[in-house]
């Protein structure tokens, strides 16, 4: 089993947008932070990030379902029924990460189309939000 760490729009700008929401770390750090730890669990963990909602949609779909995904979908989080119904046909296990508090925001932010169709949601813990939704998907699996 493999897990896939997917990011949606504008998380490759993490480190450059308001540190005081989104952290300070880059998205390269970030990346570089889990790699660490989950090679030290023995996990294959394979990253995507698009800030383009057809390109996220071909990778969860070719996906095989006896594979695990952890989606920080951005802003997509709040209108793409389109990577909702493709998380919704993907089998396997699903986590939601939102490295900010997304009920702490703006209103519009508070309301996601992709937590339905997720075994859980994760906001407000920043990168270690991904952890998190490894572990759980880790967890499933046993």
Not at 25 to 36: F, G, Q, T
Not at 47 to 52: C, R
Not at 53 to 76: C, F, M, R, T
Request: charged letters at 25%; one cysteine or more; a negative charge.
């Amino acid at each position: 089993m493999k897990i896939h760490v997917i990011n949606g729009p504008n998380l490759n700008m993490v480190g450059k947008r308001d540190p005081s929401i989104y952290g300070s770390l880059s998205y390269a750090e970030i990346i570089e932070k889990i790699k660490k730890w989950s090679n030290s669990q023995n996990l294959e963990v394979e990253f995507f990030q698009s800030n383009h909602e057809g390109e996220i949609i071909d990778y969860i779909q070719s996906l095989p379902d006896e594979d695990g995904i952890v989606i920080n979908p951005g802003a997509y989080a709040h209108y793409s029924y389109s990577i909702r119904d493709a998380l919704e046909t993907f089998k396997g296990p699903k986590v939601e990460v939102h490295l900010s508090n997304i009920f702490k925001r703006e209103e519009f932010r508070a309301r996601s189309v992709i937590s339905r169709v997720c075994d859980g949601v994760i906001s407000g813990l920043g990168w270690y939000g991904y952890i998190l939704g490894i572990e759980y998907i880790m967890e499933t699996k046993k």
